[in-house]
């Protein structure tokens, strides 16, 4: 089945089952490998992309689902060379050890973030509660999207 | 290769459900879709997501309908809910954290019928009613009798669930609700026990009615029958201790990888219990 989707504001098309995980999708046949597989079973959040503007986690999305809709990924929340403020936070904080949580971290943060949600620490820790981190312990994490919440 | 149907509106829907029974019922894909890739792939899907006539929450004169396909966060965000039906916006921000809110939907929750579902007790507990809906036309059924076992419901294999009813509480007596989740962390976690009440007391405080109602200690969510029976009447002061004990006794909850037997009865009766000493005004 022909899928058309929009991905990080461009139109895309892939070829594939209709049942095929959106995560496979996006790695396998659009080559963005920037979505990370972790479980496989919605409880890690490491795949989360936006869907329609909303964080989802692309593990549990069929591809078929995403005709007609818009999907952003890792990689669309930098413009050029110019971070997203999240991903800037995060790299000045240290909010990232191993790399593997990390893009979606970065995907539900700056949701988060842009959606004016990140009102406090805890606030922050119940928005990313469904991210899960190995090896931070956290508090870099939420010390970036505060800081880059503050810069907004 | 399977089939993908994604219907425009709630005929279209009915329509493809008749031709393809056989066929996967899809919205949010919360519990169908976790590990997709080692599944066999099913010969249909018919994408509810989205899908016009559907979704939505609606407040009238008799209570609150809410379209079965409405997420969680939908719910969770929704002011009717917050004010007069509070059990069911707790328990949508505790199903799972935000990625699964902004996918799952309550006719997913219904739909799939685990014993784990952590709505189904606040449906039982404020006395639901489902519309479900097919080419044959549309009936309504009481939530109490849509459980059928492990797993199984009444839903016919030609039939989409529509949207659930709950009724406004009754003006003429305080009504307490109130919901408790118990899993190993706040979110994500799978419900160890869970549950919900609604509360009826007169002007004296005394207990007129209750509806309580457990998940994750049976094949199924249940009532509490014996604790509701233990309550009536009673001092809310005196209910507490009443319920937790009834309910020790009433539940046989199983062992498994999650919580064993024993720790599941301890916690029901303290829940439960809770449900009661929680009121405080």
């Known amino acids: 089945m022909k899928v058309e989707l929009r991905v990080n504001g461009q139109l895309r098309e892939v070829d594939c089952s209709p049942w095929k995980r959106l995560l496979d999708a996006l790695r396998e046949d659009l080559r963005l490998t920037g979505t990370k597989e972790g479980c496989g079973e919605g409880e890690c959040g490491a795949c989360t992309v936006m869907l329609d503007g909303e964080v989802v986690n692309s593990c549990l999305v069929a591809v078929g689902q995403c005709a007609g809709r818009d999907v952003t990924t890792v990689e669309g929340l930098a413009h050029g060379d110019l971070l997203h403020a999240v991903q800037r936070e995060l790299v000045a904080c240290g909010g990232a050890q191993c790399g593997i949580c990390t893009p979606g971290i970065a995907v539900c943060a700056a949701h988060v973030v842009d959606r004016g949600l990140a009102t406090s620490r805890d606030k922050v820790r119940e928005l990313l509660a469904g991210n899960i981190c190995r090896c931070t312990g956290y508090q870099l994490i939420v010390d970036a999207v505060i800081n880059a919440a503050k810069a907004k | ?281």
């Open chain 2, 1 to 281: 290769m399977t089939e993908y149907i994604r219907p425009r509106d709630l005929d279209e829907a009915l329509d493809a459900r008749a031709a393809h029974p056989d066929y996967m019922v899809l919205a949010g894909g919360t519990d169908l879709m976790v590990n997709a890739n080692h599944k066999h792939a099913p010969a249909g899907i018919i994408d509810l997501w989205r899908l016009p006539g559907l979704g939505g929450i609606a407040r009238d004169e008799a209570g609150l309908a809410i379209g079965a396909g409405a997420t969680w966060l939908e719910v969770a965000r929704d002011a009717a809910v917050t004010e007069r039906w509070r059990p069911l916006a707790e328990a949508a921000r505790e199903i799972g954290a935000l990625q699964i809110q902004a996918r799952a939907t309550l006719g997913g929750n219904v739909g799939t019928s685990s014993p784990v579902g952590d709505s189904l007790p606040v449906l039982l507990a404020f006395d639901a009613e489902l519309e479900l809906a097919s080419v044959r036309g549309r009936r309504r059924v009481p939530y109490r009798e849509f459980c059928t076992g492990y797993r199984k419901t009444l839903l016919q294999p030609d039939e989409l669930i529509a949207c659930a009813r709950l009724p406004s509480p009754d003006p003429q007596w305080t009504t307490r609700t109130t919901w408790r989740k118990v899993g190993t962390r706040r979110a994500q976690s799978i419900s160890k026990v869970m549950g919900a009440a609604v509360i009826e007391l007169d002007r004296d405080r005394v207990v007129r009615s209750a509806r309580i109602a457990l998940g994750a200690v049976a094949d199924r969510p249940i009532r509490i029958a014996a604790a509701e029976q233990a309550v009536r009447g009673l001092p809310l002061a005196d209910a507490a201790e009443a319920a937790r004990a009834a309910t020790r006794t009433a539940i046989a909850p199983i062992d498994d990888v999650r919580s064993t037997s024993a720790y599941r009865r301890e916690v029901a009766g303290n829940v439960v219990a809770y449900f009661f000493s929680g009121i405080i005004s």
